[in-house]
């Protein structure tokens, strides 16, 4: 495989893009909504607990950037637009099982709204002008909630959103999601640790990347996300070594051009300090996930399947390569 981004490239894209992501951090929002607070005591987790908003839209929004703000304890969230139909009932705080939520459906069903950043109390997801996501009439907000309280008395918290929507004649880009998920972690105990996996997206190669979010928990150390090119070089679309509690999220100003590569490349890193290998899941666990949005017109979604430890490298840091498992491609409407 050939070199990625030299290091000192890297470090100057990266001040350019903060530099932009100040500009687009502006927000003047035409929306804002404030979920029921959450009651969670002291040492507690809540997870399989979801919370909805019905929008009662009868036009299309074209949202532009969506901040969210919490009280503390979110650990983190997963939100999608779906038609009103979908899950029935009041809207509020009801349980993800008993209405069949699970988040590629909702994917599917209508498209990714938001995802937080682990546990960060204010994060925006902003676009460049002209790029949206276009909710259709009659929709609503859903999302699966993980909140874990390490504080030292019982707290009432609940999470907010401001959108920013902009009129239809602003519009020049309709953004789609694409999300890859590694669930074959097994994380070397006392020792740091990186897992990569390739997978072809089988659509149409030429489109962009406007935006990018990684997702760790404690432990993670470490993203990369590259374009891989026929001839098996790489290109860095996203890089960071960043800990929880800060946005993990950035604008790609100017998008990130596909130059005809059919393959996505992700690279999680972690340090264990604990004596135990960690697996994929919740608290006390590890995952290695993205959410970014293309001008591609499909949702695109993609799996892991068996994972191969290669051994430390001459840093020994423990290498592991993880194949690609199901890759799912859906035209959008």
């Known amino acids: 495989m050939q070199p990625h981004t030299p290091p000192l490239l890297l470090c100057l894209c990266y001040l350019a893009a903060c530099s932009q992501q100040a500009e687009v951090a ?9 979920f029921e607070s959450l009651t969670i005591d002291a040492g507690a987790e809540i997870s399989e607990v979801c919370q909805s908003w019905t929008l009662d839209n009868d036009e299309p929004l074209y949202v532009a950037k969506i901040r969210q703000r919490n009280d503390g304890a979110w650990h983190h ?41 682990t546990q960060t109390f204010q994060e925006l997801q902003a676009f460049q002008e002209g790029a949206v996501l276009e909710i259709p009439p009659r929709h609503k907000i859903v999302g699966g909630v993980h909140l874990v309280n390490v504080s030292a008395g019982a707290l009432d918290t609940a999470l907010s959103f401001d959108i920013e929507t902009v009129p239809e004649e602003s519009v020049r880009v309709r953004l789609r999601p694409i999300a890859f998920t590694n669930t074959a972690l097994d994380i070397e105990p006392q020792a740091e640790s990186r897992f990569g996996m390739t997978c072809d997206i089988g659509i149409p190669s030429d489109y962009n990347i406007y935006y990018v979010l990684a997702h760790y928990h404690e432990w993670g150390n470490y993203f990369r996300l590259s374009f891989v090119d026929e001839d098996g070089g790489d290109r860095t679309i996203f890089e960071l070594s960043n800990s929880i509690g800060e946005p993990l999220g950035i604008t790609l100003d100017p998008p990130i051009n596909s130059r005809n590569a059919s393959k996505l490349r992700v690279e999680c890193g972690y340090i264990n300090d604990t004596d135990q290998p960690l697996t994929y899941g919740l608290a ?8 970014a949005y293309s001008d591609a017109d499909y949702k695109i979604g993609a799996s892991s399947g068996d994972n191969t430890a290669m051994g430390p490298n001459e ?19």
């Not at 502006?26 to 404030?34: E, L, Q």
């Not at 139909?85 to 498209?111: M, N």
């Open 26 to 34: 502006k927000i003047t929002p035409t929306m804002s909504h404030s």
């Open 77 to 117: 969230s997963n939100w999608f637009f779906v038609p009103e139909s979908e899950y029935p009932g009041p809207d509020g705080t009801w349980d993800c099982d008993e209405r069949g939520f699970h988040d590629v459906a909702a994917a599917l069903a209508g498209g990714a709204f938001f995802a937080q950043s």
């Open 284 to 291: 006390g666990h590890e995952m290695c996930v993205f959410l």
């Open 315 to 333: 840093d020994g840091i423990y290498m592991n390569e993880t194949a690609c498992g199901g890759v799912l491609a859906v035209p959008a409407p």
